[in-house]
């Protein structure tokens, strides 16, 4: 007899990620680059894996502890892509000096200065990609920008490797059409090719030109010029995915298992155990045309509940009720029952948990532990 997890737990459907990894590997396949998985989604060895038929391969972190986390694990190309805190480099230099080829990434000359200090002060190269920005959504240097080959000089003249570019083009979670996908594809494709030629033209290598939010991964048509893409969230998919129409919500892979505890005022609301302690209170939906709110909710066997939402939490008590303007009866949800909360945002749900129950597929017990890395 099968013992179910208590509750909250985050469940994964393995045959769902197994879909979705097979969907945009052979998509990048027919594309002809390299996939270095952004694992900052599900920060689990198995889900990787499965991208790399068992093995392993090129990985992307966002975090120090999950690149020695997958290091332990055998992983020896590793990307670090968020900005170098200088205090970082000596961590950094320990993972390298293990045998990982890990590189850093940096968009401004102080980082530079840091990055080429460091390296005269302990006679060991740091390869480094330079951050691009695509859509002024959040960091990098604009391909034009003459910072972008002052970096380049700093880190060269004080023995650094110009290793190449990298860009997130972050505005494609907000392109709500196909159209506006692949402009966003195409514009991020643009911008960093353009920029390694920049750096190659001024005499650095700039091997590595590397791009990939989910949404321009799979909307991409063209990527010459581009060596490997990074789209991490495609492994579990998630609300806000679903809501832009890069997948459907079939696809969502993970979803947090939660017990019907009681009922709100006159009967308004259904309360269960999972606040934003399980489910985090991400609202990355509220923009879109149709707002999830905190996330949909589903039966335990998977069936979506017409209209019925997490509207609110509390830290250990979540709230589900019918979708504002929606004339509609609460279903029968007794006390004790279990529902599943799809999640906006799969990262920051899935951050809320030390480790995910797997289950084979739909309407199947669950049957294996995948342990995540947690912290920075």
């Given at each position: ?144 920008d ?46 960093t090719?353009?920029a ?26 063209d ?43 006159d ?42 939402l997490m ?66």
């Open positions: 007899m099968t013992t179910l997890p208590d509750t909250p737990f985050a469940r994964v459907d393995r045959a769902k990620v197994a879909r979705n990894v097979a969907r945009l590997r052979a998509h990048l396949d027919d594309l002809g680059v390299t996939w270095r998985p952004h694992v900052k989604t599900s920060k689990a060895l198995e889900p990787t894996a499965m991208i790399f038929d068992g093995g392993t391969g090129p990985i992307t972190v966002s975090t120090l502890a999950e690149a020695e986390f997958f290091a332990d694990a055998g992983y020896t190309d590793i990307l670090y892509a968020v900005g170098i805190a200088p205090g970082k480099l000596e961590r950094v230099a320990r993972l390298r000096r293990r045998g990982v080829d890990l590189m850093i990434l940096l968009d401004t000359v102080a980082q530079a200065v840091a990055v080429a200090d460091f390296v005269a002060g302990h006679g060991e190269s740091l390869p480094v990609l330079v951050e691009i920005d695509t859509d002024g959504h959040r960091g990098g240097v604009r391909p034009d003459p910072q972008l080959l002052e970096i380049a000089r700093v880190l060269a003249d004080g023995g650094a490797e110009v290793r190449g570019v990298m860009a997130h083009a972050g505005g494609s979670y907000f392109a709500t059409t196909p159209q506006a996908q692949r402009d966003a594809a195409d514009e991020e494709r643009r911008a090719v353009d390694a030629e920049r750096l190659r033209a001024a005499g650095h290598a700039a091997p590595v030109v590397s791009v990939g939010s989910t949404p321009t991964a799979h909307a991409a048509s990527l010459t010029g581009v060596t490997e893409v990074r789209a991490g969230n495609v492994v579990f998919f998630d609300l806000v995915m679903a809501g832009i129409g890069v997948c459907a919500v079939d696809d969502l892979a993970l979803s947090v298992v939660a017990t019907v505890i009681g009922r709100g005022p009967d308004a609301s259904i309360l269960t155990d999972a606040g934003w302690m399980a489910t985090s209170s991400d609202r990355g939906t509220a923009a879109q045309a149709v707002d999830q709110h905190l996330g949909l909710v589903t039966t335990d066997e998977g069936e979506v509940l017409p209209d019925l509207v609110g939490a509390s830290q250990e008590h979540g709230v589900l009720a019918i979708r504002p303007g929606v004339e509609r009866e609460l279903p029968d949800l007794p006390v004790g029952s279990r529902v599943r909360i799809l999640p906006i945002h799969a990262c920051a749900t899935a951050s809320q948990h030390d480790h995910y129950e797997v289950v084979a597929g739909e309407g199947e017990p669950c049957s294996e532990r995948w342990e995540r890395c947690r912290g920075w």
